[in-house]
Antibody, heavy 118, light 112 residues
Framework: EVQLVESGGGLAQPGGSLRLSCAAS????????MSWVRQAPGKGLEWVAL????????YYVDSVKGRFTISRDNARNSLDLQMNSLRAEDTAMYYC???????????WGQGTLVTVSS | DIVMTQSPLSLPVTLGQPASISCRSS???????????LNWFQQRPGQSPRRLIY???NRDSGVPDRFSGSGSGTDFTLKISRLEAEDVGVYYC?????????FGQGTKVEIK
């Protein structure tokens, strides 16, 4: 069974930074695009960032461009999200998600909660 | 950005009865390769989302056949033929044609 396990969430101050990580197992990590999707408390789902299999292409939603950086280490089967200049509106559950060849998420992690507050 | 609009946003349904959720996109979701990148997700209370349907009408492995997807172009529908208690949750449509991929607002399905 595909496993995606996120870590790194927690409380951060406005303007601060956090680094999220996702450990992938039981599938060929380097063969898949990967992404981060977030969900603010009581709200809907929002794509955050997307990265190609080899890391050569990265896409971000406008609201995080210039502040967040998605990266991956295929040797370690891991996906990261570096979040800088955090804002209150970045408060959300962040899900690591595998992207299948149908331009869609076919597997989700359990999520890690990020809270931005002073 | 492509805007995805779902209706209704709340759907009370009697157990054993059918349910239908509509999703409309602000532009056609048909790719030049002929595929239509419209997906449906279910999120049960307290759980991560789970994909039910991809490319309009293809059910994911393990998804009960009471779930079906249909539609074309800009208008899509998710149907549950007979609601079961485990179907309670929020349902989202999502387009994967143009980045940023976008979700609908979600439709909350509950037992009447």
């Amino acid at each position: 069974e595909v496993q995606l396990v996120e870590s790194g969430g927690g409380l951060a101050q406005p303007g601060g930074s956090l680094r999220l990580s996702c450990a992938a197992s039981t599938f060929s990590f380097s063969s898949y695009w990967m992404s981060w999707v977030r969900q603010a408390p009581g709200k809907g789902l929002e794509w955050v960032a997307l990265i190609k299999e080899d890391g050569s292409e990265k896409y971000y939603v406008d609201s995080v461009k210039g502040r967040f950086t998605i990266s991956r280490d295929n040797a370690r089967n891991s996906l990261d999200l570096q979040m800088n200049s955090l804002r209150a509106e970045d408060t959300a559950m962040y899900y690591c998600a595998r992207v299948g060849d149908t331009n869609s998420v076919d597997c989700w992690g359990q999520g890690t909660l990020v809270t931005v507050s002073s | 950005d492509i805007v995805m609009t779902q209706s209704p946003l709340s759907l009370p349904v009697t157990l054993g009865q059918p349910a239908s959720i509509s999703c409309r996109s602000s532009q056609s979701l048909v790719h030049s390769n002929g595929n239509t990148y419209l997906n449906w997700f279910q999120q049960r209370p307290g759980q991560s989302p789970r994909r039910l349907i991809y490319k309009v009408s293809n059910r994911d492995s393990g998804v009960p056949d009471r779930f079906s997807g249909s539609g074309s172009g800009t208008d899509f529908t998710l149907k549950i033929s007979r609601l079961e208690a485990e179907d309670v949750g929020v349902y989202y449509c999502m387009q994967g044609l143009h980045w940023p991929w976008t979700f609908g607002q979600g439709t909350k399905v509950e037992i009447k």
